[in-house]
DNA sequence: CGGAATCCGGATTCCACATTCCGTATTATG
DNA sequence: CATAATACGGAATGTGGAATCCGGATTCCG
């Protein structure tokens, strides 16, 4: 019903411009984080503020989209660290995958640290990004890189606390990892 | 010259209605963080907007007066915990203690973070915060509960995430101190 | 080509807040 | 008390920025 067939193919033109947008806000929010304004990115886009709207009918739906893309980059890498079973990657080279990506993102710093917190309605990117670290933290305990009791939950708020300090450049990230590491190894 | 001898008294209910303010403010912001309206704060503190302007002519006023407040607490609080030389105190007690205040202040936490991140213009008690936590460490150090390589930046790292954590829900955030601490103990 | 169907641009509308202004009310002095 | 000095309240103003609207430009299709 809401699919009339009488439907031409999308415009090219419009394709490209959704694309431009994407590419413009990606780099627009990483660099300045949750404050850029509609307006820029359009500008950024080369784009009129119209299209930016409707490509995109909210601000927060264009971060989503944002977020969402990056998400997905961060559990694909996750995925191939868990296959990969090298002793030194796993849970360690995630943490430092993650803090990498959110290191360039400040943007995708700010939205991870609500992420890993309340569980939000961020369906299916979150489920899997979960199931990785679980799977993680298994490889990791059979190695006894980590304790028997070292949870999900623990590594959600390690990197809850790794955005922040990234975000705030409250010290040097790599050594909070480190830190965090060492305190969910076995006694 | 700033002190014409024609000076009178400061009116009383002029005083009374700076206290009036603040209080109102402090439970508003703990409650709220940092979203909460002037006019709200007028409101609650049954006073007009207009007169919570001449108490603090902004916003940004306003809420500095009040984390200086709370920080000033904290600071009082862990040099307490310093001096008392009890070993199941020291920088665990501090750090939980710092987490109390957190939880009932959400406000609180977001201005920490920003805080213990970037070497702000947070002159005195700033300064006063970070040296007695450098005295806990120093001690911590001494009983052999931390590492010898564990600074105060690390500490502040630690605390910057706690914050988050707390902001978030992202967990239990007596797990997260615990296993900081696990961490900054020496090998 | 011709003329729908679609999409564009960006001025404009709306809205949520901080901040200012000023006439009125209250307080301190002598 | 009288009166100057202060303080008060809250309507009015200013501002920043998201979201809407619509005449004009483009693109697709026969």
């Known amino acids: 019903m809401s699919t009339p067939q009488t439907r031409r193919k999308t415009r090219t033109d419009a394709e490209r411009n959704r694309d431009r947008v994407l590419e413009a806000a990606r780099a627009l929010f990483a660099e300045f984080g949750h404050d850029v304004q509609m307006s820029e990115v359009a500008r950024a886009a080369d784009v009129g503020i119209g299209t930016l709207y409707r490509k995109f009918p909210t601000r927060e739906a264009l971060i989503e989209a944002i977020a969402e893309h990056r ?38 710093s700010e939205v991870i640290e609500k992420v890993m917190g309340s569980a939000e309605p961020r369906g299916e990117t979150r489920e899997a990004l979960l199931a990785v670290v679980a799977e993680l933290i ?46 969910l190894r076995p006694r």
């Not at 660290?81 to 360690?92: E, F, K, M, N, S």
């Not at 490889?139 to 009791?149: H, K, L, M, N």
């Not at 999900?152 to 830190?179: F, P, S, T």
């Open 138 to 183: 298994d490889r990791a305990r059979v190695r006894g890189t980590v304790g028997q009791d070292v949870t999900a939950g623990d590594v959600n708020m390690v990197i809850c606390g790794l955005a922040a300090v990234i975000r705030n450049a409250a010290g040097d990230w790599r050594r909070y990892i480190e830190v965090a590491l060492d305190g």
């Open 71 to 108: 998400a997905a980059e961060i559990v694909a890498t996750a995925r191939r660290l868990a296959d990969t079973d090298d002793p030194a990657q796993g849970l360690a080279g995630f943490l430092h995958h993650v803090g990498e990506v959110l290191t360039g993102d400040r943007g995708m």
